[in-house]
């Protein structure tokens, strides 16, 4: 009886219940006819005049002589979709159903151990004064490197600023990772941007801005723009559970749902936003809730668990390229690391919590566990890999370290198209100033 | 006018008092623009520009290293050679010598057309040329824009290059910057300058720092325009000058238009620039009537445009200031006064050449603006002046600027809002001296 009121309430809200197929059909079916007629059925006994036909319900409305009040706290909580246990285990299904080969499975493990590694060295290398700051990844590889792996290079993406993976996996390399973080003249932004705030134009994902989910609306405008194209691509947008607050969100939500835009918004809900626990960022059922106030659909997915977070991905994506339409992807993880290295999080969260994700559930042991029980890794091979792993990213940074920094006069480049008089005049004024003054600098790190 | 004025939301109820107190203002001001367009065909007239050289004034300058190279292109192709700097609206000037010229003949588009006509038909014709142009905001589809610019535009674009979108200025912003890193050209109409501080955020941070942050990988060619300046009681949040704000952002051009002629060009050039602009009109000038330039008129985003020649003292002003300022001129010309206008166009960056020019020549300048004497374009554009001209003046800048507060309702409180002509001419006095 509970369990029919529950799918009846799941069915009426038009979000299925969490089985394989009705997920499938709940996304890739543009079918609020079916919807309706369900709703319909299950009509309270007291409702009056019959809804009108329209596939738009948020326009039309029944009226009712018992005064309820919508209590979204009655509402039983979205569950996350889930293919892999704690410990490896396919929870239902074969291995056949990922649609992933072991050669991808392992590829996609070593791109997550490199993030590991680059996370723990450039770590490491700030408070040695090695490099000027870092965010950390730890936590969030499964979903980073599950999701990146089911676009395709076509498709556009914006950032926040915690998605090393997805740059690794699009190949943007281990290099060009410490180039960008060391601000030298072979970084993409000439030394221009934050470390860990990377764009690379050739791989379609856009430089990283600062300001938390400015990019959500630039994601609605590029898919606005895709669109017109007529292309097969859609945008992937990155963003947090506390970037998720801010007014942008709202915005690009609601543009990108009443204009028809092929983009997927990413939300990594893992759990704090610097020292504000999700707790105290918002009220209602996480961020996928907000989804159905958008008439946008959406879902939510265990964000350690790589191969769900592939077939999700997998699924928005065909469903956003092909009706044109945003998805909202929940995925729900951990962020194990500092918010980043101007940060202490020991000061607001507990060592035992920390242990506690670390220990029962961790997104690289699940999936080498997983690999384990194929019998196509061992612990030797997990040596070999992390030691390989260090040594690259070690000598990554080395060779970063070795590279000069942009010329000086780079500082005026790029403000405009074309470099206008008063910018020139100082550039000139600068240089000048250097030639008189240049021993009291430290140039000698500089191009010239 | 008065109706289109207003914001659609409100609904306000004007005694016919009032109604006949805008008239004779609108009609003041049609004389205004009706005289000044005439003065300058005359001035144009009796500095005898030739044909081609005028077209080639109006469709772009000087390949002097601070130009840009659109502007160097597009001399190039008008004259088939390059040309030294010119000053819009006067025969070369430095080193060059003034070539023969012979009297203007009409051009192409002699009817004379609104403001909002004329920044209508450069939209038009630039996404009839360009498919990559776009434009969104409130109500500028079906509705056809607040203030008309972009009536049935959606009729021969379709709704998806007229894009209609919800009330989030930080939205749409943010969305036009995001689908003009993807290749697009998009224009994003305000209904109000004022309304464009909630995009702020989107403006300073990205539109104005993406190209910078992504070294050069990713461009940013939005023109966000829509009007500004205080209209006609439209209260004080209705009523900003937001050139103030937007001057010191680094990576955006201010550019701000005066009449219909420049308004086209300048439109034009803004969508084909590459750089993100900032495109103030003004709300009272929607209905001035003037002649525009043809398709392939477009005007330089960084050079000012000279109003009226003279040689006792230097008149800096923009935007509806222009009028303001000429309106006085026809007093101080009567008293015996000689003053040279300049209307700035280009607000950030400033035009120093020109200015530089006209300072040699005349030893004095005032700023005529709308924007607050605190922080705004007069107090930048003064420094300026002050820094590489001091031994050029023979007595400092004289700013005459709007008052520090917010734009009441009442209309005679903001009459003594902003900048009236009898001021003007009472600084000319004091700065010239009397005649």
């Known amino acids: 009886m509970l369990f029919h009121r529950l799918v009846q309430t799941a069915v009426r809200r038009g979000i299925g219940v969490p089985t394989y197929r009705t997920f499938c059909s709940q996304l890739s079916q543009f079918d609020s006819a079916q919807q309706l007629q369900k709703a319909k059925a299950s009509k309270p006994k007291d409702v009056l005049s019959p809804r009108q036909e329209n596939d738009r319900p948020s326009t039309t409305y029944d009226f009712t002589t018992h005064l309820e009040i919508v209590d979204p706290t009655k509402d039983p909580v979205i569950p996350a979709y889930r293919v892999m246990d704690t410990n490896g285990t396919l929870l239902r299904g074969s291995e056949r159903d990922l649609l992933l080969d072991e050669k991808s499975i392992v590829k996609m493990y070593h791109t997550m151990g490199e993030v590991a590694a680059l996370d723990h060295i450039l770590m490491q290398a700030q408070r040695h004064g090695r490099v000027s700051f870092h965010m950390q990844n730890a936590g969030e590889e499964a979903l980073q490197v599950g999701s990146a792996a089911a676009l395709e290079p076509q498709d556009h993406i914006f950032s926040q600023y915690r998605e090393l993976g997805v740059f690794l996996w699009r190949g943007f390399d281990m290099q060009q990772v410490a180039h960008q973080c060391l601000s030298n003249a072979e970084d993409l932004g000439k030394g221009k941007q934050m470390p860990m705030h990377f764009g690379c134009g050739k791989l379609n994902m856009y430089t990283i801005s600062s300001p938390l989910t400015t990019q959500l609306p630039q994601a609605a405008g590029c898919a606005y723009a895709l669109k017109r194209r007529n292309t097969d691509a859609c945008v992937m947008c990155y963003f947090g559970d506390g ?24 939300c990594r809900n893992n759990g704090w936003a610097i020292s504000t626990p999700v707790s105290e960022q918002y009220r209602g059922d996480g961020i996928l809730s907000r989804a159905k106030g958008y008439g946008m659909k959406g879902l939510r997915v265990d964000g350690n668990d790589m191969f769900a977070v592939h077939e999700a991905t997998r699924e928005a994506r065909k469903y956003a390229v092909n009706q044109s ?11 194990r690391g500092h918010h980043s290295t101007s940060d202490d999080s020991t000061t607001y969260r507990l060592s ?14 699940r ?4 690999l384990e029980k194929r019998d196509v890794w061992d612990s030797e091979m997990e040596a070999e890999m992390r030691t390989m792993h260090k040594k690259k990213v070690l000598k990554c940074l080395g060779t970063a370290e070795k590279t000069l920094k942009p010329n000086i006069s780079e500082l005026f480049t790029d403000v405009y198209a074309e470099m206008p008089e008063r910018l020139k005049r100082q550039q000139n004024d600068l240089e000048e100033h250097l030639k008189k003054y240049g021993t009291e600098y430290n140039l000698s790190k500089y191009q010239s | 006018m008065e109706v289109s004025l207003l914001p659609r939301r409100q609904a306000i109820y004007r005694p016919w008092r009032k109604a006949a107190l805008i008239a004779a203002a609108l009609a003041t001001v049609c004389v205004i623009a009706g005289a000044f367009s005439l003065g300058a065909r005359t001035d144009l007239a009796s500095a005898r520009v030739s044909t081609p050289s005028r077209l080639a004034v109006r469709q772009g300058f000087a390949p002097l290293a601070q130009h840009s190279a659109f502007s160097r292109n597009m001399v190039e192709k008008a004259t088939g050679k390059c040309q030294a700097p010119i000053f819009p609206g006067r025969m070369s000037v430095s080193a060059v010598a003034p070539e023969l010229l012979s009297p203007p003949t009409k051009p192409d588009f002699s009817e004379p057309r609104f403001m909002w006509q004329a920044l209508r038909e450069a939209i038009d014709e630039e996404m009839e040329r360009d498919p990559s142009v776009m434009i969104m905001g409130e109500d500028v589809g079906h509705y056809g824009g607040s203030y008309k610019v972009t009536t049935d535009l959606y009729k021969k674009f379709g709704d998806l290059r007229i894009l209609d979108t919800p009330i989030c200025e930080n939205g749409f912003t943010g969305m036009a910057i995001g689908a003009a890193m993807t290749g697009l050209r998009p224009i994003v109409e305000g209904m109000n300058m004022g309304f464009l501080l909630l995009a702020f955020n989107q403006i ?16 940013v060619p939005v023109v966000i325009r829509g009007p500004g300046g205080v209209g006609r009681q439209l209260g004080a949040e209705h009523s900003q000058r937001l050139e103030s704000y937007f001057q010191a952002i680094p990576g955006v051009q201010l550019v701000a238009v005066s009449t219909p002629r420049n308004a086209k060009a300048l439109l034009k050039a803004a969508i084909r620039s590459d750089n993100p602009i ?5 709300v009272l000038l929607y209905n001035l009537k003037d002649e525009v330039g043809g398709p392939d008129e477009v005007q330089s985003l960084e050079h000012a445009e000279m109003v009226r020649e003279g040689k006792d003292i230097t008149i800096l002003t923009y935007g509806r200031m222009r009028y303001t300022v000429m309106e006085a001129v026809k007093t101080l010309q ?3 006064y000689d003053p040279e206008v300049i209307d700035l166009i280009s607000l950030k960056p400033f035009d120093l050449h020109a200015i530089k020019k006209s300072i040699e020549k005349t030893h004095k300048a005032i700023i005529v603006e709308e ?18 001209f001091f031994d050029l003046l023979d007595h400092q800048v004289v700013r005459l600027s709007s008052q520090d507060v917010p734009t009441a309702f009442a209309l005679e409180l903001e009459a003594a809002t902003i900048v009236q002509p009898e001021q003007v001419i009472q600084a000319v006095e004091k700065v010239v001296g009397a005649k």
């Open chain 1, 243 to 266: 970037a998720a607050s801010e007014g942008d969100f709202h915005a690009a939500m609601n543009f990108a749902s009443t204009l028809d835009c092929p983009v997927i918004f990413f």
């Open chain 1, 325 to 335: 339409r945003p998805v909202l992807i929940e995925a729900m993880s951990y962020r």
């Open chain 1, 352 to 365: 035992e919590e920390l242990d506690w994700w670390a220990h029962n559930d961790c997104p690289a042991k």
């Open chain 1, 367 to 370: 999936v080498r566990l997983h």
């Open chain 2, 204 to 219: 300073s941070n990205n539109c104005g720092m993406l190209h910078y942050t992504s070294g050069g990988q990713y461009k």
């Open chain 2, 278 to 282: 900032v495109f103030f009109e003004h």
């Open chain 2, 334 to 336: 009567a008293k015996g």
């Open chain 2, 371 to 388: 924007c607050m004497l605190t922080g705004g374009i007069g107090a930048s554009l003064s420094s300026e002046i002050h820094e590489r």
